[in-house]
């Protein structure tokens, strides 16, 4: 059964550094997404993309944040210059027309 | 933010149906819902979802009332590995995002 797949499992980083955050949706999926989770909140919102841009973006999804989608199979998140509180757990989700599918996640740990 | 009530937390014996409730009572024509459950720290798993009709697949069933204010998910069977998080979660089919609420806590009890 074709899975949303995220890399690395597990990124440590000082704060200030930049990290990219990469993600491969399924295949013939249109939709792509990010999401985190701090840990103990609820999932939340970042932004979703379509069509090669930015279809809707939460207001945590802020001047830090970038997407990207530099091939035909891979989507990236990136966050410039991270902060002690962007420490989370990141997912990546693709859908077709209906209910997004997760990937594993990435957690992300900044010193 | 989300546009649904569940319970914080629900237990269920092994073996037994787990009932999860959802209340929506502000959903537009146009809107499905969708259940979703979260394992510890990995990523939402679906689950179901539906418009007005009940549905069921291999995981669980979905009971919508006649009103569309409330659902029910059923999982029929529950077993140690349904301990999860459980999101109802409201939207437009083809959305660009879903949003999530605290979900209901479903504990299985041996």
């Known amino acids: 059964e074709p899975e949303v797949t995220q890399t690395p499992s597990h990124q440590v980083t000082q704060m200030g550094q930049e990290v990219i955050l990469r993600c491969v949706p399924i295949?013939?999926?249109?939709?792509f997404y990010w999401y985190r989770q701090i840990l103990g909140q609820k999932v939340e919102f970042l932004v979703s993309?379509?069509?090669?841009?930015?279809?809707?973006k939460s207001e945590i999804f802020d001047d830090q944040f970038s997407v990207e989608r530099p091939d035909g199979s891979n989507f990236t998140l990136k966050i410039r210059s991270t902060k002690l509180e962007d420490s989370a757990m990141y997912f990546c989700?693709?859908?077709?027309?209906?209910?997004?599918?997760f990937g594993p996640g990435t957690r992300l740990t900044v010193l | 933010d989300a546009k649904t009530t569940q319970p914080t937390s629900m237990d269920c014996a092994e073996g037994r149906a787990a009932n999860l409730p959802c209340n929506h009572s502000?959903?537009?024509?146009?809107?499905?819902v969708y259940w979703y459950r979260q394992i510890h720290s990995q990523g939402p798993q679906y689950i179901i979802h539906?418009?007005?009709n009940n549905e069921t697949n291999e995981m669980a069933s979905l009971i919508i009332t006649e009103d569309r204010k409330s659902s029910t998910l059923i999982l029929p069977h529950a077993t140690l590995r349904d301990t999860a998080v459980y999101y109802c979660?409201?939207?437009?089919?083809?959305?660009?995002?879903?949003?999530f609420g605290a979900g209901t806590r479903l504990t299985v009890k041996p």
């Open positions: 993309f379509y069509n090669n841009e930015i279809s809707e």
């Open positions: 989700a693709s859908s077709d027309y209906s209910a997004p599918f």
């Open positions: 979660i409201v939207r437009q089919y083809n959305n660009n995002d879903m949003r």
């Open positions: 295949s013939n999926h249109l939709y």
């Open positions: 502000t959903i537009s024509g146009n809107e499905y």
């Open positions: 539906g418009l007005k």
